[in-house]
Each structure stands twice: as structure tokens, then as C-alpha cells.
């Protein structure tokens, strides 16, 4: 059974920082390619990043230099947002993604309800 919980999101002023967690089952953080990917209201699905078990990380290009995904020994990961702008309002997805060889997570598998960011 995957699962998949996060926590962290919230409002803040562009500029200000942000960070998620996502507390994954140690059977699919250990087997998995794990990203976060976000969805904006009428907007379409955007990957954020992707990164597998040996640290090979994608970013897309909107969030490169600003965002950073950090993988933990207990199964937990976090995505450092810093210089939020208001466009990177959405809710955020913790997942699972089919492929992170220059992949930001565009393709995920499985994802839970995921938490809301909203930069103003």
C-alpha cells in the first residue's frame, strides 16, 4: 500500500519561503523514482522535480535556483521553496513518477490529496 502524506503548505508574500514535507511508505520511497508536481486552478498539470534513489535530481525550469528536494534516510522528503512568486500558486503533490532521468516528475503514478501554496 503506498502512502504518500504531506504537510507544510500555507500563504506567504512573494519572496518568502516555504517548505513541504511528504512522509512516503519505506517499500515505495526505497523502489520509486519520488517527485512533486503542482496544478494551479484551469491551468494544467506542471512537474516540479523529480529525483531517484541515488540523488539524480531534474528541476523544470520554472523553479531551477529557487527550489531543492532533499530525500531522508526515514522515508520522509521535502521540497525547499525559496523566492516564491505569485505564479507558483498551486497544490503541490507529493508522488510517485514513472521516470526521473531528466525528469521533473511530469509523468506521476500515485499521489494523495495534496497541499496548497498560495504566494501573494
Known amino acids: 500500500d503506498v502512502q504518500l502524506v504531506e504537510s507544510g503548505g500555507g500563504s506567504v508574500e512573494a519572496g518568502r519561503s516555504l517548505r513541504l514535507s511528504c512522509a512516503v511508505s519505506?517499500?515505495?520511497?526505497?523502489?520509486?523514482?519520488m517527485g512533486w508536481f503542482r496544478q494551479a486552478p484551469g491551468k494544467e498539470r506542471e512537474g516540479v522535480v523529480g529525483?531517484?534513489?541515488?540523488?539524480?535530481t531534474t528541476y523544470a525550469d520554472s523553479v531551477k535556483g529557487r527550489f531543492a528536494i532533499s530525500r531522508y534516510n526515514n522515508n520522509t522528503m521535502t521540497l525547499q521553496m525559496n523566492s516564491l512568486k505569485p505564479e507558483d500558486t498551486a497544490t503541490y503533490y507529493c508522488?510517485?513518477?514513472?521516470?526521473?532521468?531528466?525528469?521533473?516528475?511530469?509523468?506521476?503514478?500515485?499521489w494523495r490529496q495534496g497541499t496548497q501554496v498560495t504566494v501573494s
Open positions: 508522488a510517485t513518477c514513472m521516470s526521473c532521468i531528466s525528469d521533473a516528475c511530469t509523468n506521476p503514478t500515485y
Open positions: 519505506k517499500y515505495t520511497y526505497s523502489r520509486h523514482c
Open positions: 529525483t531517484d534513489r541515488d540523488g539524480h
